[in-house]
């Protein structure tokens, strides 16, 4: 069964930087592109960035381009989100997901963890 | 980049059948077949509905289909259930940040 679990969140303050990771289990972790998505509190989905399988390739909405980076260890089956430059509108829950095509890119996810909640605040 | 545009919120009785319609452009739902529809229930993961416009992961009911014309994309649910009540969410591919876009959202409440 494939298991993802984010962690990391917290609360920071305006300006401060945070790293999220989200460990996954019970797939070929090296095998599948990974995504972030958020969920600002009452607001719908919001993609956030991706990465290719072996991490060559990284995709970013321009909401958090040049602020985040995405990144990953297949050797310890981690994805990570390194965020920085931290705003109130960066306020989420952020999770980590799967896409559902191994070896390529499906712009699908089939499986998602259960989120971290990142709060920027004062 | 702004999201696809879903409706707010939809309801409906038991048994009846809803339509969910998500709208982009030629950049996005148009342009391509990589359409989803997720069901989301607040406090759990989403659920990955439909995948490429029409296609169903095995397990997902077949009373879930989905359909593109144009730059619209639809989920259709048939014979409402209680527990089909929650937020359902539209992605595409979109050739602007070359990944994925989602539509805002809608609420689906089931009377």
């Known amino acids: 069964e494939v298991h993802l679990l984010e962690s990391g969140g917290g609360l920071i303050q305006p300006g401060g930087s945070l790293r999220l990771s989200c460990a996954a289990a019970?797939?070929?972790?090296?095998?599948?592109?990974m995504t972030w998505v958020r969920q600002a509190p009452g607001k719908g989905l919001e993609w956030v960035s991706a990465?290719?399988?072996?991490?060559?390739?990284?995709y970013y909405a321009d909401s958090v381009k040049g602020r985040f980076t995405i990144s990953r260890d297949n050797s310890k089956n981690t994805l990570y989100l390194q965020m920085s430059s931290l705003r109130a509108g960066d306020t989420a829950v952020y999770s980590c997901?799967?896409?559902?095509?191994?070896?390529?890119?499906?712009?699908?996810?089939?499986?998602w963890g259960q989120g971290t909640l990142v709060t920027v605040s004062s | 980049q702004s999201a696809l545009t879903q409706p707010g919120s939809v309801s409906g009785s038991p048994g009846q059948s809803m339509t969910i319609s998500c709208t982009g452009t030629?950049?996005?739902?148009?342009?391509?077949?990589?359409v989803s529809w997720y069901q989301h229930h607040p406090g759990k993961a989403p659920k990955l509905l439909i995948y490429?416009?029409?296609n169903r992961p095995s397990g997902v009911p077949a009373r879930f289909s989905g359909s593109k014309s144009g730059n619209t994309a639809s989920l259709t649910i048939s014979g409402l259930q209680a527990e089909d009540e929650a937020d359902y969410y539209c992605?595409?591919?979109?050739?602007?940040?070359?990944?994925?876009?989602f539509g805002g959202g809608t609420k689906l409440t089931v009377l």
């Open positions: 997901a799967r896409d559902f095509r191994e070896y390529s890119y499906g712009y699908t996810f089939d499986s």
């Open positions: 019970g797939f070929s972790f090296k095998n599948y592109a």
């Open positions: 990465i290719s399988s072996s991490g060559g390739a990284t």
């Open positions: 030629s950049s996005d739902v148009g342009g391509y077949n990589s």
């Open positions: 490429e416009v029409t």
């Open positions: 992605s595409s591919y979109t050739d602007i940040t070359r990944y994925v876009m």
